[in-house]
């Protein structure tokens, strides 16, 4: 059991709890180390802080077993995973480090500050051998399962456009991370990443992208707006914000209905599924009377209405379990114990697709 890595399938597959570490002490660091508790699958061994006062009293408030710092948690044989919880600009390098120590790796969203260090991370984590997958939870909500399971039953025919935001204003202040250029802010990088990576995973390859951003003081984009198309015929129209509130839901459009995924885009519990027939033309009869171009004008005046009636809506609730982190946590189990060095849901081409497209609209 020198080699690490063997260390993780076996610590996994015995169905002993599997051993966490979290870097960062912050936001995500407490509500993450609740899903972990919520799993009924992980033990919580170490949090890692800059400040060891920190450590130790994140260790204590948060459940975990040792407090101490970055150095110190890679140190610990019994974490099979660190969960990287740090502000943008230091994934890469956190992910590296865990990787150099053998350590399987769920790293927040974005997977590093653009697509190049997307990149790096991906090739270190082949180079070591080890399961990395970015923690893009969106995509395990089951509600986001449910719509991907109709979408593929044929329930709005094939997809042709989706028009999603995710936005909803922060407070200016230069120094936090949601506005600071050197810490990974803007708006693109910290919500647009969402849906632009649904995107990508309902309609596939990009081939053109356009938007326009308005930035901050600090000259992060404060919103952004984008229109993607992609390869095989679908279009998305996307918004993100860290100065508005937006409608926050996603709407999958097809020419037998539409999918929408109800507020809050990232863990929504709400889906509905409107049904369309398609408004038929065809060529009139020739020599139409008077009677009949009546006839038309009144069906006209009627046609929102009929419209109306040919649509059916219908609408479920789908929860998620605890706070919705549950559902990725358990996804990295089942990777780790299937022996799997990536996610097939959130494969790191994913990731960096989702970079890609992040960068040219940053440009
Ligand atoms: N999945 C989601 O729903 C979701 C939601 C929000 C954010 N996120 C992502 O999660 C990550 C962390 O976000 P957060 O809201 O938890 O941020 P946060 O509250 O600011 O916490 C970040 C933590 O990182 C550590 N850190 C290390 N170097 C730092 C530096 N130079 N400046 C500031 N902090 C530094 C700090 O802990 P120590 O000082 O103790 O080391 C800090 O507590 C980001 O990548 C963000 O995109 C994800």
């Not at 449910?146 to 025919?157: C, N, T, V, Y």
Request: proline share 5%.
């Amino acid at each position: 059991l020198s080699d690490p890595r063997i260390a993780i399938v076996s610590a996994t597959q015995a169905g002993s709890p599997v051993g966490w570490g979290i870097v960062g002490t912050g936001e995500m660091a407490r509500q993450f180390s609740q899903a972990l508790g919520q799993s009924g699958e992980a033990r919580l061994v170490a949090v890692a802080s800059r400040d060891p006062a920190r450590a130790a009293a994140s260790a204590a408030a948060l459940g975990a077993v040792h407090g101490g710092s970055y150095a110190d948690l890679l140190a610990k044989p019994d974490i099979d995973v660190v969960y990287v919880a740090t502000p943008n600009h230091r994934h890469k390098a956190d992910c590296l480090a865990a990787f150099a120590a053998g350590k399987a790796v769920l790293c927040e969203k974005p997977l590093g500050m653009n697509a190049a260090e997307a990149r790096e991370i991906a090739a270190a984590a082949e180079r070591a051998g080890v399961f990395c997958m970015e923690g893009m939870w969106t995509h395990f909500i089951p509600a986001v399962v449910e719509a991907d399971r109709l979408l593929h039953s044929g329930a709005i025919g094939t997809p042709r456009t989706m028009i999603a935001s995710f936005g909803a204003p922060v407070a200016f202040d230069p120094a936090n991370r949601f506005f600071s250029p050197e810490l990974g802010g803007g708006a693109l990088l910290d919500r647009g990443c969402y849906p632009i990576s649904l995107a990508l995973r309902f309609f596939g390859t990009v081939e053109a992208i356009t938007g326009s951003s308005v930035a901050a003081e600090t000259g992060v984009d404060a919103s952004s707006a984008a229109i993607l198309r992609f390869a095989g015929g679908g279009l998305a129209l996307i918004g993100t914000s860290l100065a508005a509130y937006q409608s926050n839901d996603l709407v999958l459009s097809g020419p037998a209905g539409r999918l929408t995924l109800h507020e809050p885009i990232t863990r929504p519990t709400s889906l509905s599924l409107d049904r369309a027939t398609a408004i038929q033309t065809g060529a009139k009869p020739a020599g139409k009377g008077v009677k009949t171009m009546l006839r038309d004008i009144v069906r006209k005046s009627r046609l929102a209405g009929l419209l109306r009636k040919l649509v059916k809506r219908t609408t479920r609730h789908v929860p998620y379990q605890g706070n919705g982190y549950v559902h990725e946590i358990r996804e990295v189990h089942r990777c780790l114990r299937a022996g799997q060095r990536q996610s097939g849901v959130v494969p790191l081409s994913l990731s960096i697709a989702t970079m890609d497209v992040i960068d040219t609209l940053r440009k």
